[in-house]
């Protein structure tokens, strides 16, 4: 009796959660600016009512969609803005019409906003989070015709030795995630080494270059002191390093090997130290990507006392891909040898038990139980549990 009660209790509880739910998403969707009607409607309701066009795209899975939705497009300021000025519609980026949206205008984040006249030119782009007084801020600009892409273009192009115009162009484009290459190149081309060591030329190159070979890139390697003196040595460093991680990361997420190593040797011409721990981060990953232990190995071995040696958790990260994967006596040697510099700089549970499997599978069987009792003997003083401990205990003890 009291069970079936209980069960009664629950499908309703059930029920009025998802009445609660329900009512949730009615109210959200009654009060969203946003139609869902699709883009080409949007485009002629825009014709007839000489609005233009607010595109967002967006993906299921994006936390900063979703909270953009609940708690930015609810506000009444917010959406009666974006009824009163454009005709807004919201496309899903993942089916039929968004893969064809995604193409037309590069999207590489989410969410994604454009700002689109009747003949579907972008005039503005926002592809980020924002609050609700940042994005009528945002909005506000894309209806400010001197703020609009078009317009700014036409000013460069009027006068494309003006660094300022040059700025404020490539700026919009690239909060737009639009190519900034053509114009930043156009008017780079005026200025003569010399003439790049100036506030406004140091934030044209640090917006628009993104070639490592480029004449203005290598000129700031060589007068890093110099930009330094006209920006921050902070900002020149956190561009070199971005300029190397542009390179090389879109081979590793490819899994493009032949990339990788082609362009690989440019990105270590670089120098600094905190390039090389970079192109080392991405040599293992790409290793571990593509499952070319052989590689990653060699790589590991070849850098992390360099580059992870006072990093316990990065050493542990690296040699348990090695007690997993590696089967080399010389190389597990070495990460016995990284693992023992882990346990060193912070004594843990993981540290002694991932000792104590590399240990087992050079067959040290000696070594093991010493690990594996230091690792069960660490958890059972933080009252943790040694399950893992007593299981590879018990496993060699017949050994």
């Known amino acids: ?73 609810t506000n009444p300021e917010v959406s009666g803005f974006i009824t009163e000025n454009f005709v807004a519609v919201a496309v899903d980026a993942e089916k039929p019409e968004g893969i064809g949206l995604k193409k037309k205008y590069p999207i590489d984040a989410f969410p994604a906003f454009f700002f689109i006249d009747p003949d579907g030119a972008v005039l503005y782009g926002l592809l980020r989070e924002c609050t609700a007084t940042d994005f009528i801020s945002e909005a506000t600009m894309a209806l400010t015709p001197e703020k609009q892409i078009p317009y700014l273009e036409k000013q460069f192009n009027a006068d494309y030795k003006n660094a300022d115009r040059c700025y404020a162009y490539i700026t919009t484009l690239k909060k737009a995630h639009l190519d900034v290459s053509v114009p930043t190149k156009k008017y780079l081309s005026t200025q003569s080494n010399e003439q790049l060591l100036t506030e406004t030329n140091w934030r044209i190159i640090a917006n628009g270059v993104s070639d490592i070979e480029s004449r203005e890139f290598q000129y700031v390697l060589k007068n890093q002191a110099a930009f330094a003196k006209v920006s921050s040595p902070v900002r020149v460093e956190k561009k070199i390093v971005n300029i190397v991680s542009e ?57 992390s006392q360099t580059y992870y040696w006072n990093n316990s958790e990065k050493l542990k990260e690296t040699t348990s891909n090695f007690q997993k994967n590696v089967a080399d006596p010389e190389s597990l040697k070495y990460a016995i040898k990284l693992t023992e510099r882990a346990n060193e700089i912070k004594p843990s549970a993981d540290g002694y038990l991932l000792t104590a499997r590399l240990y087992q599978k050079m067959n040290d069987f000696k070594n093991c139980r010493e690990f594996a009792k230091k690792s069960r003997d660490f958890s059972s003083a933080l009252g943790f549990s040694t399950k893992e401990a007593d299981a590879l205990l018990a496993e060699i003890q017949i050994k």
């Open 1 to 73: 009796m009291a069970a079936n009660l209980l069960n009664f209790v629950r499908m309703k509880l059930k029920s009025v959660f998802l009445l609660l739910l329900f009512i949730s998403n009615l109210s959200f969707a009654q009060q969203s600016p946003f139609s869902e009607g699709g883009f080409e409607a949007a485009i002629q309701k825009s014709k007839k009512e000489k609005k233009p066009v607010l595109l967002f795209l967006y993906a299921t899975w994006c936390s900063h969609c979703k909270k953009m939705k609940k708690e930015v497009f």
């Open 247 to 303: 390179l090389l990361r879109p081979f590793t997420e490819n899994l493009d090997t032949i990339g990788y190593y082609k362009y690989r040797p440019i990105a270590k011409t670089v120098g600094l130290r905190k390039t090389d721990s970079l192109i080392f981060t991405y040599d293992l990953l790409l290793s571990e990507r593509t499952k070319n232990w052989k590689s990653y190995a060699k790589a590991a071995i070849e850098s």
